[in-house]
């Protein structure tokens, strides 16, 4: 007579059946069970069958019951729950655009920055590693959404996502910003919030990108920063793309001592981010629309303007930051958006 199964045996073979139902991310997820739901939704007061949105690409219906399931299967607490709403809330806006995001071949990903105190509360790191692993929070909520844009909207790989190559950001792309190590305005205040207030704000980004150098003053890091950006298959005659921008502790601080705000720096990529046409040309590149109407020496920049470069300040001092190319935006078209977090 066979042992009878034991939880673990049962347990296993849940997570099993989870794969088989293409319910995953390729990791296992925690079995999605009445109890495990019931739990989860004591993170939130909102009826678990409100319908927040209709989720592209395939028209999935998005409810408060099925964040919470996939909250659950990522590994949330549910006191993530909140977080978890307003970022799912923020990536179903036709602003954020999320059909483009999910069957790019390019392989962007949401891009969630969170402000407030919620960051305290509930443990986002917006410090060391703050784009690597070991904090739940981080990657729990991030890999929350990635399931949602799968298992609601169906943007499944290898079908409707259809990325060229991806990036790891497309597990788990959460972080906050570290507004008490910053010289700067948070980026929430930037967008209308009040100072005290928990926002998350999604980005439509690609993967990030790091500089940085041991030595040098505030120029010598925007410089080395724009001369990674000029690279000349960026280029296009009205600007490729957006760009996000992150500052870790000691770039801030040198950046901030010599005077430098946030726009400032926006002012100063802007202006040192172009090619001539004619370098462009010699390139042998694709990327001037109607090239025969520009003179050699006309400047094509990479921006439309300093509003398309978006700052963040996190991560500790090491004089390392990262910069994401980042959908264009189009004001009240589409381009970033941001919630407040209702606690």
Request: glycine residues 12%; proline residues 8%; contains cysteine.
């Amino acid at each position: 007579m066979a042992p009878p199964e034991s939880s673990g045996d049962v347990i296993l073979e849940t997570i099993e059946e989870c794969f088989e139902r293409g319910w995953t991310d390729g990791l296992p997820v925690v079995p999605p069970t009445p109890v495990g739901l019931e739990r989860m939704l004591r993170g939130t007061r909102r009826d678990p069958k409100e319908v927040i949105a209709i989720l592209p690409p395939k028209s999935g219906v998005l409810t408060v019951e099925k964040v919470a399931l996939n909250a659950l299967m990522a590994g949330c607490k549910p006191e993530y729950m909140p977080v978890v709403l307003a970022a799912a809330e923020a990536i179903a806006d036709p602003v954020f655009n999320i059909t483009a995001t999910a069957i790019s071949t390019w392989g962007r990903a949401p891009l969630m920055v969170v402000n407030g105190p919620i960051r305290h509360k509930l443990g986002i790191n917006s410090r060391s590693n703050v784009f690597g692993p070991g904090w739940r929070a981080n990657a729990t909520i991030g890999r929350t959404v990635r399931l949602l844009m799968r298992n609601v909207g169906g943007a499944l790989p290898g079908e409707l996502d259809r990325a060229t190559l991806g990036h790891p950001g497309k597990y788990a792309y959460c972080i906050g910003e570290d507004e008490e190590h910053s010289p700067w305005e948070p980026l929430h205040v930037q967008r209308g919030f009040g100072s005290e207030a928990s926002v998350v704000t999604v980005f439509n980004c690609g993967g990030p990108h790091q500089f940085g150098l041991p030595r040098g003053g505030a120029e010598t890091i925007l410089n080395y920063l724009t001369d990674f950006l000029r690279s000349v298959t960026l280029f296009g005659r009205g600007g490729a793309a957006d760009l996000t921008i992150v500052f870790d502790e000691e770039q801030r601080r040198i950046l901030g001592d010599a005077g430098y705000s946030k726009r400032d720096v926006q002012k100063f990529i802007f202006e040192n981010t172009w090619r001539t046409a004619g370098e462009i040309r010699a390139a042998g590149s694709h990327f001037l629309p109607d090239d025969s109407e520009l003179p050699d020496d006309e400047k094509c920049r990479l921006y439309q303007s300093e509003d398309a470069i978006y700052i963040i300040a996190a991560g500790a001092g090491n004089r390392f930051g990262a910069f994401m190319p980042t959908s264009r935006s189009e004001p009240g078209v589409r381009g970033p958006v941001s919630r407040q977090i209702e606690i």
